[in-house]
């Protein structure tokens, strides 16, 4: 059984801040990892992925691989008011042909 | 416009009566699955497709069926719908399963 934990918060950060968050898996087959984003009552959307060991920045957003470890981190930068939502991990162990597995989330809050 | 539509956006049924969510998505991938949502439990997947014709269980199946009939159209359907079937169901598409584009969500209650 493939398993993605979170802490499913809230995290509170302060604006202009770095938000950190952090996921850990079970595989250790899983080739792909996955940040999507959902505010309340929206469809998550994809908003970093990594594949390689290391960081990987788009923008604002760093997202950081450790197979070693079974950890994945993203890292918000510059953190606003507008990033307040929850923060879904996703892994795929391979291929893509049973899709991904989601952890339960962090609830994420940007204090103005 | 690349989108996934699902329809409707709430629904509200009685136990055991037939109910089908439709998702049709725009990009021609070849990837689509249903999951559903639920308080302190997350994303599940429910059922997936491959391509055409090709469909295998996801997570959750029980209680669900699917069909892919066509390319673009992969409906849910719930033949005896039960309240533990209550939740936010998700239809999601993909050209290889991996970077999944989400439609916007069907609330469903079962009373």
């Known amino acids: 059984q493939k398993e993605v934990e979170q802490n499913s918060g809230p995290l509170s950060v302060p604006e202009g801040a770095i938000a950190s968050l952090n996921c850990t898996y079970s595989d250790r087959g899983s080739q792909s990892f996955f940040w999507y984003r959902q505010y309340s009552g929206k469809s998550p959307e994809l908003i970093m992925f990594i594949y390689s060991n290391g960081d990987k920045e788009d923008g604002r957003f760093t997202a950081q691989l450790n197979k070693a470890s079974q950890y994945v981190s993203l890292l918000i930068r510059d953190s606003q008011p507008s990033d307040s939502a929850t923060y879904l991990c996703a892994i795929d162990s391979g291929g893509g042909a049973d899709g991904l597995t989601f952890g339960k989330g962090t609830h994420l809050i940007i204090q103005p | 416009e690349a989108q996934v539509t699902q329809n409707p956006r709430y629904l509200i049924t009685v136990t055991g009566k037939k109910l089908t969510v439709t998702c049709s998505q725009n990009m021609n991938h070849e990837y689509m699955s249903w999951y559903r949502q639920d308080p302190g439990l997350g994303l599940r997947q429910i059922y997936y497709?491959?391509?055409?014709?090709?469909?295998d269980k996801g997570d959750v199946p029980e209680g669900y069926k699917v069909s892919r009939k066509e390319k673009r159209n992969f409906p849910l359907i719930l033949e005896s719908p039960s309240p533990n079937q209550t939740s936010l169901y998700f239809c999601?598409?993909?050209?290889?399963?991996?970077?999944?584009?989400f439609g916007s969500g069907t609330q469903l209650s079962v009373l």
């Open positions: 497709s491959m391509n055409v014709e090709v469909t």
């Open positions: 999601a598409s993909s050209p290889g399963g991996e970077k999944l584009f």
